[in-house]
């Protein structure tokens, strides 16, 4: 063969080579639910924020070997049973060993790490497994995705204590864009990983073959043991090799229910092993309020007495310090800073901006052209994005508030206090009349007299009619609540122990604000066992 022709055919393989390379870094579909795995993957990463943490490289690696395990590490690895009602002794492996005595040894600390992070959600965990009818150690589930990391990302797109991918998330109710990543909230993405883990088991009738369909999809587990006639998903795994390479289980599937059954077998032997015992006393107590559309979530965590990274602890699913535009999503917060938390949703100061849109940058772009050609201020601008540094990049995203949202709420504050006004006027204005002689005349102050009659301005036309409250501050304030609690039932509750102005209002369904104004209090007012404490309700 000449040189010319060779050089050809060298050049051509190697191209060839070069493809190939980067077709094996594609992701392979792995069911028919994750049809969209590359696409979303593609997707996720226009949205990702700052605050994405990769796995743990503990969670990925393989072990090796096998490590020599003392007397008490033996007794636990052979012990009959991990609460499962799985008949693990069948099932003692060598992948099974070798994965124990990996987070015994080599990634104790790690493992450690993991259970220190898992206490807060484990019981509520087992409570929501428990109610649907499922073995309640499939609690262990998270270490082996996540290592119980609400805010993991694996390499194809993964996310969550859980790591949904986007399709199956949003598939079981999970919104996932640019504002949030529900699959990051422990709460809605367990209740959406029971549902998955009961639909996969009808499909196999097996909890094991279920736990792998969790990891390959179950579109590849189906046709793996319609291709093998297997019985189990410990018979699947010997008959792998007869797969093609097309249909076989990779090394992370076939692993990953030993590494599940070591896990189980470590977390009920804690104490014997030496790692310190779960309280289960210590999981997370905290209650769900709605965040309507644009709601500053940092003033929100302010008005709490609560600093940012607090805030976004308790609620890892929020992207942005400013929640969706279009839908009120769950916030999760303490109990004792609910009263204060239900004060500030309840004021027009929850939501300064309206209209808020993504914008991807051009090039060109700087914050200031941008804050000019928006009409917003650079420092709103660059708050709202939680940016310190002046420089952008083109192709990234940023959020542009637009305004009148608080105008538009207060807006329709003042037409309803109008209308009522209107409808119970007492006084008809006269020439030369100004709010202040008016406001005199019959012993209220003039912001009483605005507030009562939703006026903006001092501003009088003749003939107009206003609704003058009764002629003191002390008599206004009794008059515009009467007002408020017309054809309501008035109901004296006696404060029970444990109760709070939240939990009160709750009961009821009113608002905490108006339980606070019926009764003179304020955010930090307290009540206690015995008080009485006024309700009108419908």
């Not at 696409?39 to 072990?63: H, I, M, R, W």
């Not at 009818?133 to 990391?149: C, Q, R, V």
């Amino acid at each position: 063969m000449n040189s010319p022709k060779l050089f050809r055919l060298v050049a051509l393989l190697a191209i060839f080579i070069l493809f190939a390379g980067c077709a094996q870094k594609t992701v392979t579909p792995e069911s028919d639910s994750e049809i969209n795995v590359s696409e979303n993957s593609a997707a996720e990463s226009e949205y990702k924020d700052s605050e994405v943490e990769t796995l743990d490289p503990e969670l990925e690696s393989t072990p090796a070997e096998t490590e020599e395990l003392t007397p008490e590490e033996q007794k636990a690895l052979l012990a009959s049973s991990s609460g499962i009602n799985f008949n693990l002794d069948v099932h003692d492996t060598k992948e099974v060993q070798q994965y124990f005595g990996y987070f015994t040894h080599k990634a104790r600390k790690t493992f450690t790490n993991w259970l220190k992070r898992s206490e807060p959600f484990l019981p509520y965990i087992r409570e929501v497994l428990s109610k649907n009818n499922i073995p309640e150690d499939l609690a262990m589930l998270p270490f082996a995705e996540s290592g119980y990391n609400t805010m993991a990302y694996s390499r194809v797109g993964a996310a969550g204590m859980w790591q949904f991918m986007p399709y199956t998330g949003r598939h079981f109710g999970l919104r996932v864009d640019w504002w949030v990543d529900e699959r990051r909230d422990p709460y809605k993405s367990t209740l959406a990983a029971a549902k998955y883990l009961n639909i996969l088991h009808e499909m196999f009738g097996d909890w094991y073959l279920a736990l792998a369909a969790y990891n390959a999809g179950e579109g590849k587990i189906g046709r793996a043991l319609k291709k093998t006639g297997a019985e189990d998903f410990f018979d699947l795994t010997k008959k792998n090799h007869k797969l093609s390479r097309k249909y076989r289980l990779r090394a992370e599937t076939k692993n990953y229910v030993p590494k599940f059954i070591a896990i189980s077998k470590i977390f009920k032997n804690l104490e014997p092993l030496g790692f310190e015992k779960i309280n289960w006393n210590n999981g997370i107590k905290v209650e769900t309020v709605k965040v309507p559309g644009g709601t500053d979530l940092l003033a929100l965590a302010k008005a709490c007495d609560m600093k940012w990274n607090d805030f976004h602890t308790y609620n890892p699913h929020f992207r942005r310090q400013v929640s969706p535009p279009d839908a009120a999503i769950n916030a999760y917060l303490p109990l004792q800073v609910m009263v204060k938390a239900s004060s500030y949703l309840e004021s027009p100061r929850s939501r300064p901006f309206a209209g808020y849109k993504r914008y991807k940058i051009k090039k060109g772009d700087s914050w200031h052209r941008i804050a000019h050609n928006n009409r917003v201020p650079v420092s709103v601008l660059k708050s709202v994005n939680n940016r310190k540094s002046n420089l952008i990049k083109p192709g990234q995203f940023i959020m542009i508030p637009g305004k009148g949202s608080t105008a538009s709420l207060y807006t329709r504050q003042v037409t309803k206090t109008r209308r009522t006004a209107q409808s119970r006027a007492n006084y008809r204005v006269r020439k030369g009349d100004t709010l202040w002689d008016i406001a005199s005349r019959y012993q209220v102050s003039v912001n009483t007299l605005k507030r009562s009659n939703g006026l903006r301005s001092s501003r009088l036309k003749i003939g107009q009619k206003l609704y003058i409250p009764d002629n003191s501050a002390k008599s206004s304030r009794s008059s515009k609540v009467k007002a408020g609690t017309v054809n309501n039932q008035l109901v004296k509750y006696k404060v029970r122990r444990g109760d709070n102005l939240y939990g009160i209002a709750r009961r009821f369904g009113v608002k905490v604000s108006s339980l606070m104004k019926w009764n003179r209090l304020n955010s930090k007012s307290i009540i206690r066992p015995g008080d009485r404490i006024k309700v009108y309700v419908q």
